[in-house]
């Protein structure tokens, strides 16, 4: 029997895995994470101050203290049953990254004792010189090395009954170049932090220090394992690259915020409550749009904790699923014709002193405040729409962003109806006549029930990729398999980088001798003008969208190949360096890494193509038509006239012409692949298998593949059809 048909017989024996149910959240949530309170509880005095005094700081731990700090952990992580620690990176595969080592050692005289010491928890050298580098560790030194972040605490992590102690940490060479996804994190953070704490003290000289926040909405499918192994190319790269659309597909959008299927629900609940013990503090789950649709999504936390937890529940809900015999798939599209996944990255800012600065205040001063961040955000993704654009490029993305439910590739900006109208009165109000006395004018009439206003579906544009929700942007067009973090460096860059001209042009102002709230009025009106045009409240979903754009002059970059060059740019090199997050050799090297995954990715999906044709599609179709063909020769030598067996004959010459175009264009595309890797330069590579293998052929081999489903005896047919694997479970 093929692997389908076991698949689909095994389903009804499929039991669920009994979940416990945690009685309350609060009794197990962050139970494996070294937090403020266990550190309390297993450190010295000295130990503790010194530990909460680097988190704090944002530094790195004291040498001098390290091995106490690195006992205290061991002694927590022991008394919980675990033997191995690792330190836990996300490099720039897009994974997350550990080697395993012993607590166990032995010592010179041959005593095996268990010790952590201090160097090993604060740097590692984990021999990890496959993991990209674009170059960087070529030029310059061999090996990358690991350093603890503090400000993200340790964690046990549970595998089965193993228990391993991961300290979350940084990954760089050792002449300082970012090899991962969070060590430019942390400097745009910090740049932004800077930025916004000078503009903040406009209004408010208490303020010392600005967070970002950013509260992720993780969409994800859900199929059963046994159809999941037998098919190839889910195993492979993620989504399916062939399958016929099903009779039912997502067109009654019965599954939207439906009830979720028990098996769904055990898992749910069980990568929850592993999540909790992290101290992820996951808080919605519903289903989508789409059938095997569904979606997560925690409280917001501080950017850097918040890409932390992603990527960990990213990793948890995998390992979870095989406990359930599940398969999560977190690609943007694995099915074609249904709704692709996003991960939503709601963003604010929020002060020391307890203000969200995306809120709109309750005073004129205050709204004065929302204002100058709400249109310096306007500004930023005007300015930078480029490098934004750039930042969320990946090939999974590029199926998604401008497919008709996804948004476009197009960057905009939505605001709302009530707030568009605040910046309208603003403009015309603001004017260089204004009196300079006028008290008046600072009374900006901001309705106080913006965020209901907002939160009130009526006025929330679901289409847009860059959306205001009351208190918070929501940057949309992430995809559902990226690190967040690449998406959050950018975004905190570009602001910092406008918070940081706006307040040299108010600064300018003020030495004029203008009056520090009328100048502050006068720059965000020159940019709210200046950014009129990456505004955008209507359909982004829509043809007239695009022609509109075009007309605007907004770019419409659809593939990853030309929306990295992005990165790259004079005006991209300055950002990045006058931000001190990335230097140029930095921003080369990550141009080259992203690259050189595209290419990767859509090569291995050619050779899967080419593969699932050659033995699973043509063999059974061949077997079909030699049926068919069989079957016309009884026929006609029974002496049965030609109209006896005309339907058949119809159906022979189709099954013949899609197995022949599908033999020939896969042969076609093995040579284009061929022509491609023999280019050197890099960037050409990627566009080359972008125009010559995938445009040129995946779809055209799709098609007739799919004709092919259709048509052949759906005992013959190996791989599992879209219908039991968005529907069985
Ligand atoms: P949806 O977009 O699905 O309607 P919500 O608007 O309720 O969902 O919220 C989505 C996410 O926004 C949640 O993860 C929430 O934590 C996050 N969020 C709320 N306020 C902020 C904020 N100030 N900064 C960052 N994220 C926030
Ligand atoms: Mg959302």
Redesign the pocket.
Known sequence: MSLRFNAINNLSATQDVSVDNASRITAIFGENVFNVKTAREFLSDEAYKSLIGSIKAGQKIDRAMANQIASGIRSWAEAKGVTHFTHWFQPLTGTTAEKHDSFFTIKSDGTPIEQFEGDALIQQEPDASSFPSGGLRATFEARGYTAWDPSSPAFIMEIGHGKTLCIPTIFVSYTGESLDYKAPLLKALEALNKAAVDVCNYFDRNVTRVTA?????QEYFVIDEGLYNARPDLVMCGRTVYGHSSAKGQQLEDHYFGSIPERIYAFMRDFENEGYKLGIPL??RHNEVAPAQF?C????EEVSV?VDHNSLLMDVMDRVARRHKLRVLLHEKPFAGINGSGK?N?????TDTGV?L??PGKTPKTNLMFLTFFVNTIKAVHDYADILRASIASAPNDHRLGANEAPPAIISVFVGEYLTKVLRDFKERVTAKMDETDESMLKIDIHKSIPELL?DNTD?NRTSPFAF????F?FRAVGSSANCANAMTVLNTIMAATLRKFKSEVDGLVEKGEKKEIAIMHVIREYIVAAEKIQFEGNNYSEEWEKEAEKRGLANVKTTPLALDAMVTDKAKKLFENNNVYTHQELEARHEIELEKYIKKVQIESRIMGELATSHILPAAIRYQNLLANNIKGLKESGLNESAFANQKQILEKISEHISSTSDLVEKMIEARKVCNNITDTRKKALAYQSQVKDAFFDQVRYHVDKLELLVDDREWYLPKYRELLFLR
Do not use: D, Q, V
């Open positions: 926040t950013l509260g992720w909405e808080r919605t979606e999504a925690p409280i917001f918040g939503h709601n963003w604010s800012m929020a969200n995306l809120a939160l929330r929700t009351g208190n918070k929501e």
